[in-house]
């Protein structure tokens, strides 16, 4: 049942998935005692597409924009749940993702964070330190082809698990959106890696919420 207090659009696909209205194969938290626990503010479901093993959704309830969503209380709780799922079902590692505008290939207007199987390999050392806000570091990054890059952490978080996981996630998730709005608001994407245990990476490995942006980007895949 949808919560009293969910706002919906006409024609959102993503509300009409997240009011059950429309089918979908849900991933849903898992009690001790092996009942599903459904939760108030967020879905998550398998993507249709098919281009990675695992490739998921985890989307707000409510219909609000990503700029809505990477700013707004929901988020903490949104990585949290993405985290969990990640390392539930990626062992090899994965990446979670959002995208913003149609050069960053954002096709749905409702908002919406992509978990992906599989990661990279291990990112580059932070460039130089470009500002500093509150307790959020900014430093340049490098990513080939890319024509702005920028890594957001927050100040005594070791691995990308106490990043995502933290209560101040949205601190750092409020940052980017500034940055980004102001030096590439044409289009962009906020990523992160999360390498595989396997790997010799603990909690994923270094901390780091990375802003690709540009008139174009290459399709997150």
């Known amino acids: 049942m949808t919560p009293a207090n969910t706002s919906r659009q006409d024609g959102c696909v993503f509300c009409e998935i997240a009011a059950g209205n429309s089918p979908a194969r849900f991933e849903h938290r898992v009690s001790d005692d092996g009942k599903l626990l459904n939760h108030p503010d967020l879905v998550a479901f398998h993507n249709r597409l098919d281009w990675a093993r695992v490739m998921l959704l985890v989307v707000p309830r409510s219909h609000i924009t990503q700029g809505e969503?990477?700013?707004?209380?929901?988020?903490?709780?949104?990585?949290?749940?993405?985290?969990?799922?990640?390392?539930?079902?990626?062992?090899?590692?994965?990446r979670l993702i959002s995208n913003f505008g149609r050069p960053a290939h954002q096709s749905q207007e409702h908002a919406h964070l992509h978990l992906v199987s599989g990661a990279g390999p291990?990112?580059?050392?932070?460039?130089?330190?470009?500002?500093?806000?509150?307790?959020?570091?900014?430093?340049r990054a490098y990513a080939a082809?890319?024509?702005?890059?920028?890594?957001?952490?927050h100040r005594g978080d070791a691995t990308q698990k106490q990043l995502w996981t933290g209560d101040h996630f949205v601190q750092v998730g409020r940052s980017a959106i500034e940055y980004a709005s102001e030096h590439t608001p044409e289009g962009f994407r906020l990523l992160s890696e999360f390498h595989s245990p396997a790997a010799d990476f603990g909690g994923g490995g270094e901390p780091g919420l990375l802003l690709?942006?540009?008139?174009?980007?290459?399709?997150?895949?």
């Not at 690709?212 to 895949?221: A, N, V």
């Open 145 to 153: 082809g890319v024509p702005l890059a920028v890594r957001f952490s």
């Open 212 to 221: 690709h942006g540009g008139g174009q980007l290459d399709l997150y895949m």
């Open 122 to 139: 291990a990112s580059s050392p932070n460039g130089p330190l470009i500002t500093q806000n509150g307790a959020v570091a900014v430093h």
């Open 69 to 94: 969503f990477w700013t707004g209380d929901v988020l903490n709780e949104a990585a949290r749940l993405a985290v969990e799922l990640g390392e539930s079902l990626c062992p090899e590692g994965f």
